[in-house]
């Protein structure tokens, strides 16, 4: 229980009116929308500055703060990793897929993927898609925030409706302007009071020196042996990149941010601010984790589970005022994320699905379907939540969770080896895809009842999931390309705007220069960090 005093509220209910005044503001100014692109996509008019602050912000979740934590507590800065190697990855989204999703001008993933392959492929990322969004990110988010509010004195329904409510309601009237906007607003919040916490656990240990000696060596060290159960480096190199490319890369999640910039150079921009934004969660998310161990491990705090290293370390040393500023960075976390998942959910439903069926409809009536669209998915976020208080003590949380693992490799398979290669065609796709689904799931279903196995498939429900990502990727893309081979391929008129041309000479003007050498120093910073921490 973080307690707070009158103070801290004051800073908290500052923080939404705040939020909520920029969402009217930018709502207000777009009140006249033209068509739904400006609803959807913010009218493909963003610039570098939020596109960046929104991909950092609607990936960092409240669930993700308090994980990266309790995992930095745990075990040490392994968990960042998956941060670190984020940088890479918005590197690639930028320069490899940007230019092919705006020169398309798709809306949605599933969108270029009709357009790469076939309606059938289409349908089948925005059924999985969706599917994913209200089982996990909803769900998940939800209940995050949820438990924040429990933390502060609240009862847990009452915090559970209001996160949602609240992020709905101006998710609904403001689309994707009013999401980034107040996403910008929200990662400020979200890094300061992080970095507090980061400054002030320092200072109540007495310095880092004293946090080196307080915790074994190892607890510095990004690099595991690659037997390890949760972060291996082989799993780190191999498998994590290519969840990477799934998320960072495909998922309509995080790419809806890229596709509302008003041109190529602002949208690769992004990507790279993104980038750099990524090398901060070791520093201001996973090391509070390791000073809260730290401080239990000289008596100055109690910290029972290592899942609470951060509410433990903002009770015990975040004086008054600070502790609100530190709870509106968490709730800033979860609304960022909530409302993203929000939009790009209606959005799917709107493009993939109801325009599909109707595609005469008019730009109103798109915007309202995309609106009510999100007040369907609050309410099913709000009926889900009695069975997320029934899962969350047990292993299907964790199941529900995992299948995002299991999905994606077939997915970045098909979206990147289709960029690549004019001979990969739709039916590789198609095999592709559901022969990855069907081993995903299988793989989920033998977790699911791992107690009753022995032998071959108990080892196989054992192998570390980055690890099982890095097969079933080598798995879906040999199908592909087999596939592929033996079928016809597609017309050089379907492809060519939607694969790389080889023979083309790689020219670089002076603004994607400027742009390379800011993606080498991300990259350098990466580099660093990976031997820092060694």
């Known amino acids: 229980m973080i307690e707070l005093h009158l103070l801290d509220y004051l800073v908290i209910a500052f923080y939404f009116l705040f939020v909520f005044w920029v969402a009217w503001f930018v709502t207000i100014r777009s009140k006249k929308r033209k068509n739904s692109d400006d609803y959807f996509l913010a009218g493909r008019n963003l610039g570098w500055v939020v596109i960046g602050a929104s991909l950092f ?167 595991k042996a690659s037997n390890h159960p949760a972060f291996p480096w082989t799993g780190i190199l191999f498998g994590a990149p290519i969840l990477g490319v799934w998320y960072w890369c495909t998922d309509q999640f995080i790419v809806q941010r890229v596709l509302s910039a008003k041109n190529i150079t602002q949208a690769r921009r992004g990507t790279i601010f993104g980038a750099f934004l990524k090398m901060l969660p070791l520093f201001i998310f996973v090391i509070p984790g390791i000073i809260c161990f730290a401080l239990a491990q000289k008596n100055i705090l109690q910290l029972t589970n290592t899942d609470n290293a951060l509410p433990t370390l903002v009770a015990t040393i975040m004086p008054t005022g600070l502790k609100g500023l530190v709870i509106a960075g968490l709730l800033a976390a979860l609304m960022s994320s909530l409302s993203s998942v929000f939009n790009s959910c209606s959005t799917l439903i709107t493009y993939d699905f109801y325009k599909q069926y109707y595609p ?83 793989r989920l279903i033998l977790e699911i009842n791992k107690d009753s196995l022995s032998g071959f498939w108990l080892e196989f429900t054992q192998i570390n999931f980055l690890h099982f990502a890095l097969l079933l990727f080598v798995i879906c893309s040999t199908i592909l390309i087999s596939v592929s081979l033996i079928s016809k391929p597609e017309t050089i008129q379907k492809t060519k705007d939607l694969t790389f041309n080889w023979k083309k000479k790689l020219r670089f003007n002076p603004e994607e220069k400027r742009d390379l050498g800011l993606s080498a120093l991300v990259i350098v910073i990466i580099l660093t960090m990976w031997i820092v921490f060694s």
């Open 360 to 442: 005469k409809s008019s730009e109103k009536k798109l915007i309202w379907v995309g609106q009510v669209s999100t007040v369907i998915l609050v309410i099913l976020g709000i009926a889900w939540i009695p069975l997320m208080k029934l899962v969350s003590n047990g292993g299907l949380f964790q199941y529900l969770q995992s299948v995002q693992a299991y999905i994606s490799p077939p997915i970045a398979a098909v979206f990147l080896l289709g960029l690549f290669s004019r001979k990969i065609n739709a039916k590789g796709a198609m095999a592709s895809l559901y022969a990855g689904f069907v081993i995903g799931i299988g």
């Open 57 to 223: 912000a609607s990936n960092i979740g409240s669930e993700h703060l308090i994980g990266l934590a309790g995992a930095g507590a745990a075990g040490g800065v392994a968990v960042a990793q998956f941060e670190i190697l984020a940088g890479f990855i918005l590197l690639l989204l930028g320069w490899v897929f940007v230019p092919f999703y705006l020169k398309s001008g798709v809306a949605t993933m599933p969108e270029f993927l009709e357009a790469r392959y076939s309606k059938s492929a289409r349908t089948y990322l925005s059924f999985i898609s969706i599917l994913g969004y209200v089982l996990t990110k909803i769900s998940v988010t939800i209940y995050a925030g949820a438990v924040v509010f429990e933390a502060i004195g609240f009862d847990f329904w009452l915090g559970a409706f209001f996160v949602v409510i609240a992020t709905g309601a101006y998710t609904v009237l403001g689309g994707l302007k009013a999401v980034i906007y107040t996403d910008f607003i929200q990662m400020i919040i979200m890094i300061a009071g992080a970095i507090l916490v980061s400054i002030l656990g320092i200072q109540a240990l007495g310095g880092i020196s004293e946090l080196k000696q307080a915790v074994e060596p190892e607890y510095f060290s990004l690099w």
